[in-house]
């Protein structure tokens, strides 16, 4: 078998079929040729010869080379994913990857900025287009909860000004509508007067970088990364940080989770639930600080 071969065709199932990003992709390819490497150190001869013990002796290994048991989780979803495709085309009759678990990876609370900490970053000076374009993407990616990757993707066409909404398409591919808040639409309204004078030829991008076309996710973070800095920002400032910021505060005053799972496009709403626990423990330390019996005294 060209394990190679079988590969980049799964990958060309993921991109055509699935729509899969090319984010997603890396991350497949990656996991998988090191299962690759793997079987060819243990003379392991193609996909098929891999066996259920070969999975957990590979996990095993990566678990001691410190790999995360959320990574550990994403390299075997990757690898049941992968036999699926190769039980389906008839290339592999077993799916090595069933019933094997990952090491339990701890459960870790999102970092959030208090409301104080998020208005003092937004005070950022505006004074050219960068600075101005700067602060219209940390007001937006607070307004609306986006992910990075949504953030870069949104065109000029995609923001209502009128309706105070925009449109975004998610993981999946999946399209929602989403509000934007009054202070974001004064922070595009400044960076689309200064746009112009960045934009190359037609782009349609509504956030551009220096050289004119599309900005990167990379340089968004390294921009947040700045302005966190500059602004004094307690801990590291970085898009998701702000998306947790919004779900928090949203969750802390309506209680609604369901409404907040629909703004963030949350598939599982086990996923918006991370945001409850933040808040009990943000009732918690208050709770701490002003109950006379909370705690035994020095």
Same mark, same amino acid.
């Given at each position: ?48 010869? &891999?066996?259920?013990? %070969? ?41 090595? *990857?069933?019933?094997? #678990? ?24 505006? #004074? ?34 009128? %309706? ?24 595009? %309204? ?18 551009? #970088?220096?050289?004119?076309?599309? &900005? ?28 947790? +910021?919004?779900? +928090?505060?949203?969750?802390?005053? #309506? ?9 963030? *496009? ?33």
């Amino acid at each position: 078998m060209d394990t190679a071969a079988e590969l980049e065709s799964f990958l060309r199932y993921l991109r055509s079929e699935r729509q899969c990003s090319e984010h997603t992709l890396a991350s497949y390819r990656r996991d998988l040729e090191r299962l690759s490497r793997y079987a060819a150190d243990n003379n392991l001869a193609g996909w098929d010869a &891999i066996m259920p013990r %070969d999975v957990r002796a590979f996990v095993a290994g990566a678990h001691r080379e410190g790999l995360s048991g959320k990574s550990i989780q994403r390299l075997l979803s990757a690898i049941r994913t992968f036999y699926r495709f190769l039980n389906r085309e008839g290339l592999c009759a077993r799916n090595p *990857g069933l019933g094997i #678990s990952a090491p339990r990876a701890p459960r870790r609370l999102p970092k959030t900025l208090d409301a104080d900490q998020v208005g003092q970053l937004m005070q950022i000076p505006v #004074s050219d287009a960068v600075s101005a374009r700067d602060c219209a993407m940390m007001e937006l990616l607070y307004s609306s909860g986006l992910r990075l990757a949504e953030l870069v993707s949104l065109d000029l066409g995609d923001i209502d000004f009128r %309706d105070a909404s925009l449109v975004v398409t998610g993981k999946g591919r999946k399209t929602r509508m989403l509000p934007v808040g009054g202070k974001a639409l004064a922070a595009l %309204d400044v960076w689309l007067d200064w746009r112009p004078g960045l934009v190359r030829g037609e782009d349609p991008a509504l956030f551009v #970088s220096s050289r004119g076309g599309r &900005i990167s996710t990379r340089a968004v973070q390294q921009r947040l990364e700045h302005w966190g800095r500059h602004q004094a920002t307690e801990g590291q400032v970085h898009p998701h940080r702000l998306r947790h +910021s919004f779900a +928090s505060h949203l969750l802390e005053s #309506s209680g609604d989770l369901r409404a907040v799972q629909e703004l963030l *496009g949350h598939a599982d709403i086990a996923t918006t639930q991370v945001y409850t626990h933040l808040d009990f423990q943000h009732l918690a330390d208050v709770y701490d600080r002003a109950h006379p019996r909370a705690r035994k005294k020095k």
